[in-house]
């Protein structure tokens, strides 16, 4: 599923089964809320703090989607096409970045 095909199936989604979108500043806290649950996940499998057994069946997949899925609903409330973004973003990075990473003795 490209980018788009996946903004135009969540688009189709809300349409339907989730009636309608929540407005932008309601699902920018749903993308905070989510962005939180994969920071717990990273932080108790990657990180120092451990895992407490109701934490037994998290799924960083899952979560990662879910920060997915909000993401495209707030692109697709703003008329952002996602998949122009990220080239035109790509292009600005490897302007920018083009010798700072290879200069950058911390990465040696």
Same mark, same amino acid.
């Given at each position: 599923?490209?980018?788009?095909?996946?903004?135009?199936?969540?688009?189709?989604?809300?349409?339907?089964?989730?009636?309608?979108?929540? !407005?932008?500043?309601?699902?920018?806290?749903?993308?905070?809320? %989510?962005?939180?649950?994969?920071?717990?996940?990273?932080?108790?499998?990657?990180?120092?703090?451990?895992?407490?057994?109701?934490? %037994?069946?998290?799924?960083?997949?899952?979560?990662?989607?879910?920060?997915?899925?909000?993401?495209?609903c707030l692109a697709n409330q703003t008329g952002i096409k996602?998949? %122009?973004?990220?080239?035109?973003?790509?292009?600005?990075?490897?302007?920018?970045?083009?010798?700072?990473?290879? !200069? !950058?003795?911390?990465?040696?």
């Amino acid at each position: 599923m490209t980018i788009t095909e996946a903004q135009e199936t969540i688009d189709r989604w809300i349409n339907t089964t989730g009636i309608r979108y929540f !407005n932008e500043l309601t699902n920018t806290a749903i993308l905070m809320e %989510e962005v939180g649950e994969v920071a717990r996940i990273m932080a108790r499998k990657y990180g120092e703090q451990s895992f407490k057994k109701s934490d %037994e069946d998290i799924n960083l997949a899952d979560e990662m989607a879910d920060v997915l899925f909000v993401l495209m609903c707030l692109a697709n409330q703003t008329g952002i096409k996602l998949d %122009e973004a990220l080239v035109k973003n790509l292009e600005k990075k490897s302007i920018r970045d083009a010798d700072r990473h290879r !200069n !950058n003795e911390k990465l040696k």
